[in-house]
């Protein structure tokens, strides 16, 4: 290394540049260094070059020189460096990095930037603004930074300083970190892949970063020109006594869609709800607009929609009966869900097929870096997720499993008809996910349930879920986004008769359905992005079979012929901000749908009743030939204005088709229930929904407080006639009814999300109301006029809240009432030919008593140390406090000639229970 000398601004004059005539050079050099060069210019002139050996790295450079002043030389030399040079008149050439010696002040220096020419015009002067800064002690852990290379001809004041922030560890980007200038008040934040830019003023900059899980920084920054200072970070962990997150809390308010509800699985646990069972399916019927016929009913009624108007997905495969033993216990792993976004008002244009809502339900990821579970026991269940890395930092492996053993219960009731029942059900799950790179990531996950259940001792009912789906996650760059997603589901039922007689049997049903969907995401900007994509799902239905058990059975067997259908979409959407204030999320879905073969369909003659007597023709249609195409544009729209910052209203609207149907003579989801495809005699369901609301978050966002009212109209809505016949129904065509339907009502909700009371009221008046009116008699009920759903119920007022004594130990409530559901009765009787007959009301014209229900419970978490295998959980409880004996139905019997009215209840008495949770 050449000696270095430091130079001040003011040197002697005499020592200053002040040649009369440039110095000329000839000079030629191929791939060498700078250093050989400046040696190379040492040799043929009298010049001498002082710097330090590390200011080069190890670029090589090519250039030809015939009679060029040495300045010109050295420029070209430095134009891709951070090296300016100084001449003196000794011939001394001193390089310097970054800056630059001035041998005098600049024009305008002292603020005069003007001076008057001989003939009196003015000349401006071109402000220059050298770099100072003060020489200062700094700390041992600050590290001093120049950034960029200083230009005499610049006049800027500020210049931009840009980067990326990544984690030492794992070599991820680090989003919002925090960058602030010390006794400044300039700041900036990285984005969601780790890069920030900023403005700093000329000179000496102390820069500070924090972030969450990362330790904190201090640079001081020397600042010359624009340039780039990259951040390679390390983790820090620190104890704290206690962290509480809260994103998106008024989400609320400013998200565009309306009718969107979320629930946060791991918040649910301190619910009480049946024999400690932790459900959060169940704690979304606690919500306005959703609701449930009764207890121990499955399904869901959203918006006074039918059960079957209900799209659910578990990490977008459809689960066609998520709950057990009749809706009791939901067939969902708890331990393995995380999320669920529940859409009830404005649909999202990537989701078709059903008319009510949506549940979209997300399970969790395994954990990547080290081995970790939770189980739970209970008096009916046991439930157990495990979570283990595969390949650490990058893909995981997540299994869970849980299972009931009810029947010791059972058999220890004082009821001898039970004796021999049994009831049983198990679920399983598996989810691998894995990070190929920073830009693709697949995600498999496989589910599967079934139920076992007889409450007689010769009939055996199963019924089971099996879904696959299989997610690629593709990030093309920072605005484009895919992901491509196959997804297979099953539902099937058994009936397995095996009595004293000759005639025991086998009876099934089962839908199967295949889906493969690409859906894109493109961010245009803050204020607009967008979606897009493609569909197609085939439906395989087998509608019913009934065989002999075994060889000694009588009973015939009948396979009704399958049906199939393809689906297929194409849908759009986008969101845009025209200001702060106006967002509107606009979609467009355009839906087809095939019938397929092989089938025979029948043609009715027009202006008859459909039976029978009244067909015409019967159609062949062979394997994949198109029997009936449907097609259907689905608008999906909402706008949301904000009139301040906490408070929003909200206007969506939006129409949807559906191409399949539920078939059911119950109030409710049954095990037994068939489904049947759209075809040439049956219409798909359509309906249109309107939505207005007001959301307000109160006292800096401790409450919400949300009013939203809707109106919604269908048509072609699926019912039978009087008497009908469904299963194992070759002619279901005949028995079934179309008619049209209309709902409105009225949601409030009040939650409070902090402090040590938390929780939520909420209120829903609805109404539901179904008309199926024809040109014939039999295609009337209640004379062609409106009349209630099987599930309207007018008033429903929950409540839930949980009070934390202290940390560990805390009190929960649930509270529930609602109207009793519509029925039909028995108003009279006469004789005729010497039998009784009953006369019967109008369909749905009473009610039975209605319901309502408290439950309370205890909750007592482990202690908090850090050392310690698990952290556990207890959950003490009571279930239907007041021992209220809810009705779930009202039927007839006859008995020695009298028509007696019965009543049959699920829980009519307080049901305590005691559930152990550990985490490890």
Known sequence: MKKLYILFLFISISSIFSQEQALKVSLSFENSSIKDVLDQIENITEFSAFYADNWFDNRKITGNYIDTELETILIEIFKDTLINFFITADKKIILTQNSIIYNELPAGFFGNLESKKEDGTINQITEINPVFYQQQKVSNNTETVRIGKENKNNSQKTFRLSGYAKNMR??????????????????????????YEIQLKAGENILETSSLGIKETRKRVIIYNNGQLDFTLDESLELLDEVILKADIDKNVKETISGV?????????????????????KVATALPGI??????????????GKTDQNLILLDDAVIYNPQHFFGIFSALNPFALQ????????????????????????????????FSGEASVGPITGNIVLETPIVREKSSLLIGGRGAYANWLIRSLDEESLQDSEASFYDVIGKYNHQINDNNKVNATAYFSRDDFSITS??????????????WDHKFNDKNRGKLILANSNYQFNIKFDGDT???????????????????DYLHSKKFKFEYGLSSKLYTLQPGSIEPLN??????????????GLESAAFFSGRFDLNKNISIDAGLRYSLYNALGKSSQKVFQEGQPRNESTVVEVLEFDTNEIIETYSNPEVRLSLRYLLGTDFSIKASYNNTAQYIHRLS?????SPIDTWKLSDLNIAPQKATQYALGFYKNLNDDIYELSIESFYKTSTNILDFKTGAEILLNENIETEVLQGDGMAYGVELLLKKNKGRLNGWLGYTYSRSFLKLDGDFNEERVNNGDFFPTNFDKPHDFSMVANYKFTKRFSLSANFVYQTGRPVTFPVGRFNFGGSEFVVFSDRNKFRIPDFYRLDLGFNIEGNHKIKKFAHSFWTISIYNVLGRNNPFSVFFVTENGEIKALKSSIFSIPIPSVTYNFKF
Not at 261 to 276: A, F, H, Q, R
Not at 665 to 669: D, G, L, M, S
Request: glycine share 10%.
């Open 291 to 304: 609701s449930t016929t009764g207890e121990g009913s499955a399904g869901f009624n959203v918006r006074g």
């Open 551 to 564: 060889s000694e059975s009588i009973v015939d067997p009948l396979f009704i012929d399958k049906e199939r």
């Open 261 to 281: 509800t979320n629930i946060d699985v791991e918040e649910s646990k301190n619910i009480p709800l049946v024999l400690g069972e932790r459900d959060a399916l």
């Open 665 to 669: 003579n119950n109030t409710t989801i």
């Open 339 to 370: 999320n669920i976004d529940i859409y009830k008002g404005n649909i999202p244009s990537e989701y078709g097929g059903r008319l009510s809502s949506v549940f979209d339900i997300q399970t969790k990821n395994g954990d990547k870096d080290k």
């Open 458 to 471: 010769d009939s055996l009912y199963i019924y089971s879920n099996r879904s696959l789906s299989l997610k």
């Open 502 to 520: 000759n005639d025991d049997f086998d009876l099934g049903f089962g839908v199967d359905e295949t889906e493969l969907k690409l859906k894109m």
């Open 170 to 195: 794992t070599g991820r980007p680090i989003p919002n970190m925090a960058i602030t200038i010390k006794n400044t008040d300039i700041g900036t934040q990285t984005n969601k892949n780790g890069f």
